[in-house]
C-alpha cells in the first residue's frame, strides 16, 4: 500500500508502538486520526504529528466502549469520505499466572485486547465494503499469538483468539469476492515501551519503538498478511509453529520465572 496522502485512523496512540508509528506516518503527508484514553499525551503525540507536516484529529475515549469506535469511525467518514488505513494497536500484557488469576483479570484482558479491536473492526469493514478504493486493516498482535507461554496465558489467549478471526475475515473477504479491503497482522516480538519495563519477563532481541515502527511501516508497504518482526524472534517464532509440543514447552519454561 501507498502510505503517503492517506487517511490514517491509529488507536492507542499515545504512547508505545502507536505513539512511534503515528510520528513516521506524519512525516508522509497523511492526514491522521489518532485515538487514546490520556488526553494529555494524545495531544503531545498530535503535536509532534503536526510539526512534520502532517494533519491530526484527536479522539480521547476508551476503546473498548462501542459507542466510541462507532463514533469515531462515524466522524473520520463525515469529515473526510472514507478510511484508507486502520491500525488497531490497543493492547495490555502484564504478567499473569493462570493457576492465581482472577476471573476479573482475565476476562480484563480480553475485553483490552480483543473487544476493543472487534469494536473498532465491525464499523470500519462495514464502511470499507461501500468504498472503491484500496484500503487496509491492521491489527498489532504479537509473536505471543501463536504459543501459550508462561506468565501470560490471558495475553496469548487474546491475541490468538484476534489473530484467528482476522484470518477468517480474510479468507471470507476472498470467499464473496471483495479485493479492494486487505487486512493484515502485525507480529512484533519484544519491544522497549514504556508497559514491558520491569513486568519480569525475558526479552530476547529487544527492539525500540522507533525500529518497530520501521518494520510496521515496511510491512504496510508490502501488505504482507503476517507482519512477523525482528528477524531475530522471528525465525524463532515461525519454527516454533512446528516443532513437537514437547520441545517447544521445555523451551518456554526454561526462560519462565520460578514465581509469579
Known amino acids: 500500500m501507498e502510505i503517503k496522502g492517506k487517511i490514517i485512523l491509529i488507536t492507542g496512540a499515545s504512547s508505545g508502538i502507536g505513539h512511534a508509528t503515528a ?13 487514546a484514553r490520556r488526553a494529555e499525551l494524545l495531544e503531545q503525540v498530535a503535536e509532534e504529528v503536526r510539526a512534520n507536516g502532517s494533519t491530526c484529529d484527536t479522539f480521547v475515549g476508551d476503546a473498548t466502549d462501542e459507542a466510541h ?27 499473569s499466572n493462570t ?8 476476562k480484563f484482558c480480553m475485553r483490552t ?19 472503491d478504493t484500496h484500503c487496509m486493516i491492521t491489527h498489532m498482535n504479537s509473536q505471543a499469538s501463536f504459543f501459550g507461554i508462561p ?29 479492494h479491503i486487505a487486512i493484515q497482522t502485525i507480529h512484533p516480538g519484544f519491544v522497549d515501551t514504556l508497559a514491558c519495563k520491569d513486568d519480569g519477563i525475558p526479552e530476547m532481541g529487544i527492539i525500540s519503538e522507533e525500529k518497530s515502527a520501521d518494520y510496521v511501516l ?14 531475530s524472534t522471528g525465525w524463532g517464532t515461525r519454527l516454533g509453529r512446528f516443532i513437537p509440543n514437547g520441545i517447544l514447552t521445555k523451551i518456554l519454561l526454561g526462560s519462565a520465572a520460578k514465581e509469579y
Request: aromatic share 8%; hydrophobic share 45%.
Open 23 to 35: 510520528v513516521a506516518l506524519s512525516k508522509l503527508n497523511n492526514k491522521l486520526i489518532i485515538t
Open 69 to 95: 469506535a462507532e463514533e469515531v469511525v462515524s466522524a473520520i467518514v463525515e469529515r473526510y469520505g472514507c478510511v484508507d488505513l486502520a491500525i488497531l494497536n490497543v493492547g495490555i500484557g502484564p504478567p
Open 99 to 106: 493457576l492465581t488469576a482472577t476471573a476479573e483479570t482475565i
Open 113 to 131: 485486547n480483543y473487544d476493543s479491536m472487534i469494536n473498532f473492526y465491525c464499523p470500519l469493514m462495514r464502511q470499507m465494503k461501500t468504498q
Open 151 to 179: 506468565m501470560q496465558g490471558d495475553y496469548t489467549a487474546t491475541k490468538g483468539a484476534a489473530r484467528l478471526f482476522l484470518e477468517t475475515a480474510r479468507m471470507e473477504l476472498k470467499h464473496f469476492g471483495i479485493k
Open 218 to 231: 515496511k510491512g504496510l508497504r508490502s501488505e504482507v498478511r503476517e507482519n512477523i518482526f525482528p528477524a
